[in-house]
């Protein structure tokens, strides 16, 4: 197990910064130390219990608090450095481990009426670091540290040298905009604009069967998206997927594609133990 986080993590590490895998994994002592390795890094056994939540405490990272667990004392710093030689003072390896596997989701019996593990359960909700991007900051302290030992500036990779943004629509729901808009008009007792409502789906799409009107805003502001579709119609045990077919939607779809717009599927409920869907 822990060669295989070991692996994992270097792995990931390689891909993003310009290193070799061979040559940092073999740098790189994880639990035991070994002679002729420039950092070690201690070893949790926490995984090997199948705990979920870890106790933490808080470093100080280029100006922001990180969380950090899988240590055996106070620390004040990720590391230290005696004559070229990096010391790790927490398992930063398995804190990197942690959250790219979703141990917590996977361990945790809470869940929520969907089956999922509630945000409310984990440790992003409970330490209040939604908004942190943790595993950049892991990675970078293990980089800055390569970097200590071998003197020399560690780049990344091209593909992420410039920051990007994919936007993306899921589409749940197409023809049933006018239901939800009518009942909110009926409570507000908006009797007029409530006819004029039904008379346009009546002879007019629904209001949020909007795809192309979606490629068309975002072709006027430069930029393009991917729009994935539900495949299954109708309800998985009082849960609602999509209110549409795919097959209805082959025209719109083409259209967007055409357009240089990209398509693609997103999983329906009830399909995540169907092998076959």
């Keep these: ?153 560690i780049m990344f990779r091209e593909k992420y040298q410039t920051p990007s943004v994919m936007l993306s629509h899921d589409i749940d729901k197409i023809n049933t905009g006018w239901l939800e808009e009518g009942n909110a008009l009926l409570k507000e007792k908006k009797i007029i604009s409530l006819f004029q409502l039904i008379m346009k789906r009546i002879f007019d799409k629904d209001p949020w069967n909007n795809l192309l009107e979606i490629v068309r805003i975002e072709k006027q502001m430069q930029v393009k998206s991917v729009f994935y579709i539900l495949p299954r119609k109708g309800k998985y045990q009082e849960v609602k997927n999509a209110d549409y077919t795919i097959a209805s939607l082959t025209t719109q779809l083409q259209k967007i594609k055409d357009l240089g717009w990209k398509t693609g599927l997103h999983a329906s409920f009830g399909t995540s133990n169907n092998e076959k869907e």
């Design 1 to 153: 197990m822990n060669s295989i986080v070991k692996h994992y993590v270097l792995t990931v590490f390689s891909s993003i910064y310009l290193v070799d895998y061979e040559k940092i994994n073999s740098l790189i002592s994880y639990g035991e130390e070994k002679p002729d390795t420039s950092v070690h890094i201690p070893r949790t056994t926490f995984f090997s219990c199948k705990k979920v939540f870890p106790e933490h405490q808080q470093i100080l990272w280029k100006n922001r608090s990180i969380p950090v667990f899988f240590f055996k004392e106070n620390i004040k710093e990720p590391f230290s450095v005696e004559d070229s030689y990096i010391k790790f003072h927490f398992d930063i390896i398995g804190n990197i481990f942690y959250f790219l596997s979703g141990w917590q989701e996977y361990y945790s019996s809470d869940r929520d009426r969907y089956g999922r593990f509630p945000f409310k359960s984990s440790v992003q909700y409970k330490l209040n670091i939604a908004h942190i991007p943790v595993v950049n900051y892991y990675l970078d302290m293990l980089k800055v540290a390569c970097e200590r030992v071998w003197n020399t500036q």
